[in-house]
């Protein structure tokens, strides 16, 4: 009864597995899931942009790591707001550079641009200069009393007083007027934010207030009401690429420290394609030698092996869609080696399970004992190959060295897949298919 128990649950993970994997799978939508599974991959195999970015300060100069942990979490919001094909990877390199790569992405310049921009909004009060020169200003680069200093994040230096920054802004979204049917970003203001705002529009009628985004003018509207709602709009004929562009800075935040793009590099997406069709061949061909090998070298249970390791291959791949792991080269690699590592532990369990048939076991018997004297080697192996992709993934994400790190993440996983495969899945299509099979009849099925 404990095998049958054991082939409910293989066979409910394989369900689960093949519904993942369904190159249109529906994914769950419902009872509080909301959930798509697509395969992600990575820049080496779609095309995309790669940069290093470093922050654009002195060198002799300390930065908080707590700033640049900031910088590295705004970037990579800023960069998935752009809508690539696949999830970008953003990694800290070092103590003050971010490794970026967009898969998908197309316009390089765009990219970039929203990436690094330092994207500090201030609403700054113009209600000094009178309302056609304040007006005229639009496009122009001022000074106020709220900037970022390599000292100190404020200084008193300024000329123009900033009301608020865009810290307080709770929401933003792109709109078109319903007048002139231009683009316009549209923002929602917190609690502190909409005081604030209410309590100068409201003194301030008929005047100007600017709205400056890294100490340039784009907007210079005259104040014709008090807004006390804490909702406004940005205007400054912009087009759709620019508003989203602009909402994608507000929506994410201002960056604590200016960045710069020390390199950047474009992969095409016809060379990724390329690539991903010869990897896809070269892991069809080791695939499909290594299951007729086992076929031949093992006979029958070589063939029950062979079904253990669609098994394995099919719960792999439905756990990189799941969780979800960007599929690199060097990963799909890493994929590859461990279908060497799910064989390499049924080799050890076939041999040992020689050994207990030539001594004239019955074959039930045999399983158990193959497998329990062969669980050392599989242990041990195995586990020393996780320790040493720990150690790569922490090199890889310590460094952002992403080629390491994925290679290290996904042979970790298929090792553990394997380890499962090689206990339950193996062991239990073992006892099923052959524990009826006398063994006295049958020897050359057996290659013994």
């Excluded at 697509?38 to 290093?52: E, F």
């Excluded at 020169?133 to 122009?140: I, K, R, T, V």
């Excluded at 604030?196 to 014709?224: C, E, M, W, Y």
């Excluded at 562009?245 to 994410?252: E, G």
Aim: glycine letters at 8%.
């Amino acid at each position: 009864m404990k095998v049958y128990r054991s082939l409910v649950i293989i066979i409910i993970i394989l369900a689960a597995a093949i519904y993942i994997t369904l190159p249109n799978s529906p994914g769950i939508h419902g009872i509080g899931i909301d959930r798509d599974f697509t395969t992600h991959l990575g820049l080496d195999l779609v095309g995309g942009i790669q940069a290093l970015l470093e922050a654009d300060l002195p060198a002799d100069q300390v930065i908080d790591q707590a700033s640049m942990t900031t910088a590295k979490t705004i970037v990579e919001n800023r960069v998935n707001g752009l809508g690539g094909l696949n999830e970008a990877v953003v990694q800290q390199a070092g103590d003050r550079r971010i490794v970026v790569e967009i898969p998908g992405e197309t316009d390089p310049e765009h990219a970039l641009a929203t990436v690094k921009q330092t994207g500090l909004l201030e609403f700054v009060d113009l209600s000094a200069l009178p309302v056609e020169e304040a007006a005229a200003m639009q496009g122009s680069i001022i000074q106020t009393d709220f900037t970022v200093s390599e000292s100190s994040p404020l200084t008193t230096t300024a000329v123009y007083h900033t009301i608020m920054t865009g810290k307080d802004i709770k929401n933003v979204n792109v709109t078109t007027s319903q007048a002139s049917q231009q683009y316009q970003v549209a923002f929602e203001l917190n609690e502190e934010g909409t005081t604030i705002f209410g309590n100068f529009t409201s003194a301030h009628i008929g005047q100007v207030l600017a709205i400056v985004l890294d100490k340039q003018v784009i907007s210079a509207p005259r104040i014709d009401s008090a807004i006390t709602g804490g909702r406004g709009v940005i205007t400054g004929r912009f087009t759709l690429d620019e508003a989203n562009q602009l909402a994608i800075q507000l929506r994410y935040g201002s960056l604590p420290i200016p960045l710069k793009v020390v390199t950047s590099q474009s992969v095409g997406p016809t060379l990724g394609q390329d690539s991903l069709n010869k990897s896809l061949v070269a892991g069809a061909i080791g695939l499909s030698v290594v299951i007729l090998y086992m076929a031949f070298f093992y006979r029958l249970p070589g063939i029950v092996a062979d079904l253990a390791l669609v098994c394995y291959a099919l719960i792999t791949f439905a756990l990189f869609k799941f969780i979800p792991v960007t599929l690199t080269l060097p990963g799909i690699a890493g994929f590859v080696l461990s279908i060497g590592m799910a064989v390499d532990a049924n080799v050890l369990i076939f041999e040992r399970l020689k050994e207990e048939l030539r001594e004239g076991k019955q074959l039930s018997v045999a399983i158990d004992q193959g497998w329990s004297r062969a669980w050392s080697s599989i242990r041990d192996s195995n586990f020393s190959t996780l320790i040493t992709c720990a150690i790569l993934f922490w090199f890889g994400n310590t460094f952002g060295a992403s080629i390491v790190k994925g290679f290290s993440l996904t042979l970790a996983i298929g090792v553990l897949v394997s380890m499962f495969t090689a206990i339950i899945v193996s062991r239990t299509f073992l006892h099923v298919i052959l524990d009826r099979v006398n063994i006295r009849e049958h020897k050359a099925w057996f290659g013994i």
